[in-house]
């Protein structure tokens, strides 16, 4: 009976160990909360960073917030810097966009064309503002990462976007009425935020849709 015992035992526990395997094997196996996070993130100047308001009331918290109602398990990182320019985004570039990141949502903002404060307040002409958002838009492609361009300063996101066969986004002032900005008649209110966020929260869906760029 000892014998036959032991052996009981030691099939039991080969099945046991087949058995935990094969569950590892089955899609769906793993906890949902072990599925990865889609990593969103937001750069550029004032009107990404949110200035005048707090970080939960600039635009890609609220958009953060839209995609997630919607069912999305998605982090909209804010990484925009007041008085940033192109330049400036182009040299913080690794730094502002880690490993991992899905989509980068690129507003230019209006520095070149009076000089940001974090360049000097050195005015930067179109050919370059074109050359340093063609060098982001190509950089993060060949990671892989998707890029929504807003227009910029000089006229030109909407011609590197179709160039790169990016997503252009129009004017971040888009639909933003004079209610919603705050008095300096540059940056918005958090209701103009709100409404910035609504906009583009379809077509970030949408380009989410695609997959992988």
Do not use: C, W
Not at 74 to 98: K, Y
Not at 110 to 129: C, F, H, L, M, S
Not at 168 to 179: D, E, H, T, Y
């Amino acid at each position: 009976m000892g014998i036959l015992h032991r052996g009981r035992s030691a099939l039991v526990r080969i099945f046991v160990s087949i058995g935990f395997v094969a569950a590892l094997a089955v899609p769906g196996a793993v906890s949902s909360a072990d599925a990865a996070q889609i990593s969103i993130v937001a750069l550029g100047a004032s009107n990404t960073d949110g200035k005048g308001v707090s970080r939960a009331e600039a635009y890609p918290a609220q958009l953060e917030r839209i995609l997630r109602d919607k069912g999305l398990d998605v982090s909209v990182t804010n990484a925009g810097i007041s008085g940033d320019t192109t330049e400036g985004m182009l040299n913080r570039l690794d730094s502002s966009v880690p490993e991992g990141t899905r989509l980068v949502i690129l507003q230019p903002g209006n520095n070149d064309g009076r000089g940001g404060k974090r360049q000097g307040y050195r005015v930067i002409d179109p050919e370059a503002t074109a050359g340093n958002l063609e060098s982001i838009v190509s950089r993060l492609q060949a990671r892989g990462i998707a890029v929504a361009i807003f227009a910029g300063y000089h006229g030109v996101a909407r011609d590197v976007a179709a160039h790169t066969h990016s997503v252009f986004l129009g004017g971040i002032r888009a639909g933003v009425p004079a209610a919603a900005i705050q008095p300096d008649g540059e940056h918005f209110l958090p209701e103009g935020y709100a409404i910035v966020a609504q906009r583009i929260a379809p077509r970030i869906v949408a380009m989410l849709g695609r997959g992988r760029h």
